[in-house]
């Protein structure tokens, strides 16, 4: 079955930095990634995602990458701000259509 | 205001008590789903429904039921709880069949057993 790797764990950058935040996957087949926030505190949110016919995909400061030969894809923040402090889960479709998530990752801002 | 409801939002059980968490959506959404969030560990699938009377296991069943008699509820019920079920859960609705939709999540019920 499909599986889904997310690093790192912790990423601190400071405040204007760009954070990227690397996942992979293990079913070639998988077709649909999406990125989720979760705010402290607060439930997940989706925030971008990727469906397999694209390379890449932005909007305003984040964009997603995917590398379907590698089986790998990127959440990409630019111009980091103090509200982007959260922690964020990739995640990829499996052959049963359900979700399967990365252990997320813990995004710090620093002033 | 379209939105997915959990009750309660925070239990502290004791060992072996049935308790059912209740999940509700008003978005006439046919996929709903039950995770359970623990550090390190990201969200885990506990049981999907992809529409009324059909629910099937996510990765971590053991310990828990579901039912989907109407289209809006998915409770998640543990029928004897145990202290490795402490956790955070979530319920999520979606409006496709299946999961690769936009899920919704609601606000979440913080679950002790003690």
Request: proline share 6%.
């Amino acid at each position: 079955g499909e599986n889904v790797e997310q690093h790192p764990s912790t990423l601190s950058v400071q405040e204007g930095d760009s954070a990227v935040i690397k996942c992979t996957y293990s079913d070639s087949a998988s077709n649909y990634f999406p990125w989720y926030k979760q705010e402290l505190g607060k439930r997940p949110q989706l925030i971008i995602d990727i469906r397999s016919n694209v390379g890449e995909k932005k909007d305003q400061r984040i964009a997603v990458t995917l590398n379907k030969t590698a089986k790998h894809f990127s959440l990409h923040i630019t111009e980091t701000q103090p509200e982007d402090s959260a922690v964020y889960f990739c995640a990829a479709k499996d052959s049963n259509y359900q979700l399967i998530w990365g252990a997320g990752t813990k995004l710090i801002i620093k002033p | 205001e379209a939105q997915v409801t959990q009750n309660p939002r925070y239990l502290i059980t004791v060992t072996g008590k049935k308790l059912t968490v209740t999940c509700s959506q008003n978005m006439n959404h046919e996929y709903m789903s039950w995770y359970r969030q623990d550090p390190g560990l990201g969200l885990r699938q506990i049981y999907y429904s992809m529409n009324v009377e059909v629910t099937d296991k996510g990765d971590v069943p053991e310990g828990y039921k579901v039912s989907r008699k109407e289209k809006r509820n998915f409770p998640l019920i543990l029928e004897s709880p145990s202290p490795n079920q402490t956790s955070l859960y979530f319920c999520a609705s979606s409006p496709g069949v299946a999961g690769t939709d936009t899920q919704y999540f609601g606000p979440g019920t913080r679950l002790t057993v003690l």
